[in-house]
């Protein structure tokens, strides 16, 4: 079965503070990718990824960073967090894009103060 | 801009009832649509899907019903059951090999079922 794992599960942070969210699936799929839920909002995607070292820039990208280090790697970098920032984070991971399943990691909850 | 949206932020149904969950979207090229599950304290799980070239698929007690003319599709719950109460979000994509090729979610509706 498909397994996305997602560290930490909680986070708190400060404002201006640097954090790291990482992501890895062992499902050996091409496709992952970081979205954030908020109420209203539903899931929106921030940045995708189609391969190590390949990055794709998703709809709320700003104040975020990515980068793919190996296939099954995926970490997200907020390197001044905003209180705007705070929300629950999901990975998923997909053998290809478009219309295909993707696999959902439990998710990380972050709060910055 | 909501490529996809979904008209209710909740539904509320006694068990035994079919719910109802409606979703429309924007973009005439999206030809897959994926409904996802997520219970509380989880991340999304596929629930079922249906692609532009047909106009139901059923799935055990879930239906997606598809109109492709009006660019909408709902998900009905047949038979809900307490066990169904969860967040639903309904999703699109187009070809892969396309800007479009990867998932545009909506908003989810919270499904509350009622014993």
């Known amino acids: 079965e498909a397994a996305v794992t997602q560290s930490p599960r909680n986070k708190v942070t400060v404002t201006g503070g640097n954090v790291t969210l990482s992501c890895r699936q062992t499902n050996s799929h091409n496709y992952m990718y970081w979205y954030r839920q908020d109420t209203g909002h539903g899931l929106r995607l921030i940045h995708y990824s189609y391969g190590a070292g390949n990055l794709q820039i998703g709809d709320v990208p700003d104040g975020y960073k990515a980068t793919r280090t190996t296939q099954e790697d995926f970490f997200l970098l907020l390197e001044l967090a905003s209180p705007s920032q705070t929300s629950l984070y999901f990975c998923a991971s997909s053998a290809t894009g478009g219309g295909y399943e993707q696999y959902f990691g439990p998710g990380t909850r972050l709060t910055v103060l | 801009q909501q490529q996809v949206r979904q008209s209710s932020q909740s539904l509320t149904v006694w068990e035994g009832e079919t719910a109802i969950l409606n979703c429309s979207y924007e973009?005439?090229?999206?030809?897959?649509f994926p409904w996802y599950q997520q219970f509380p304290g989880e991340g999304p799980a596929l629930l079922i899907a249906?692609?532009?070239?047909?106009d139901k698929k059923e799935d055990g007690r879930f239906t997606i019903f598809f109109n492709k003319r009006e660019k909408n599709l709902s998900l009905h719950i047949k038979d809900s059951q307490p066990g169904d109460s969860a967040t639903y979000f309904c999703?699109?994509?187009?070809?892969?090999?396309?800007?479009?090729?990867?998932?545009?979610f909506g908003a989810g509706t919270q499904l509350i079922v009622i014993p």
């Open positions: 249906i692609r532009s070239v047909s």
């Open positions: 973009n005439s090229a999206f030809d897959y």
């Open positions: 999703a699109a994509s187009g070809d892969r090999g396309s800007a479009l090729g990867r998932l545009h």
